[in-house]
């Protein structure tokens, strides 16, 4: 960690959040299933719908948002109020805050135990100083651990909207999505809804849908669940490519296969 910044001491009275009016949780069940892509692109589909947005990357352990968003390397700076996070586009309609910002070198891991993490998150809750947003993103680490309760405690009372929740089709990851509400039920955090990501495989050649893994197990558990269905988005290399090279994937890939399901 950089040490000016790991001295922030500010207290997290929860006014930076005063200007923010509506707070979405993004979880998953397990790693790998999309949900710092899932993230990424509900920022950037509000965006292009005329909102501001902010993303708190809390997965500590991987903060890969700023890749995503080709924001990495950039510094965060102090205000009065705390942290000021970092623009990710020239309107300055997205703005992040991760811990990737705040490592020496991009492939530092932070191996924390959980009051160290937790201390973190509070001040990643508490700290960064956002202004006015239409909109906060937060994209949790996978499953429902100490980091969750945290988040969900340092965020009530700013009454969050919802969880959206991410998986992809096969059943083990169902299994965790399971899990992923009954957290929801417990912290008491309305669901937005289910997301099944990576769902089919769209050749780019002949546009043929080929279902990789099984299909339409996101949209069965969300019926048995009672939460609302938000829909499938397919596998798509052109997305893939996006995020790796930090684009916008709705404004550069208006006809690809993902585009519509997530617009
Ligand atoms: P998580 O946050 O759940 O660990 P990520 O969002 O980091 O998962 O996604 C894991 C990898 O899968 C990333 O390399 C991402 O580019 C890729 N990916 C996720 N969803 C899709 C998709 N629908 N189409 C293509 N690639 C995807």
Known sequence: MRKRLSSMDTAPDGSNLAGVRHIILVLSGKGGVGKSTISTQIALALRHAGKKVGILDVDLCGPS?????????????????????????????????????????????????????????????????????????????????????????????????????????????????????????????????IVENMSGFVCPHCTECTNVFSKGGGEELARHAGVPFLGCVPLDPLLTQSLEQGKDFIKEFPKSAAYSSIT
Not at 115 to 134: E, H, R, S, T, Y
Not at 173 to 178: K, N
């Open 65 to 193: 948002i700023p890749r995503m968003l080709n924001a990495h390397g950039q510094d965060v700076h102090q205000c009065d109020s705390g942290w000021v996070p970092v623009y990710v586009d020239q309107e300055k309609s997205i703005s992040l805050m991760s811990i990737g910002f705040l490592l020496e070198r991009p492939d530092d891991a932070i191996v924390w135990r959980g009051p160290k993490k937790n201390a973190m998150i509070k001040q990643f809750v508490g700290d960064v100083a956002w202004g006015d947003l239409d909109f906060l993103i937060v994209d949790t680490p996978p499953g429902t651990s100490d980091e969750h309760i945290t988040t969900m405690d340092a965020l009530r009372p700013f009454n969050p909207m919802g969880a959206v929740v991410v998986t992809t089709p096969q059943a083990v990851s169902i299994g965790d999505v399971r899990r992923e509400l009954t957290f929801c039920k417990k912290m008491g955090l309305p669901v937005v809804g």
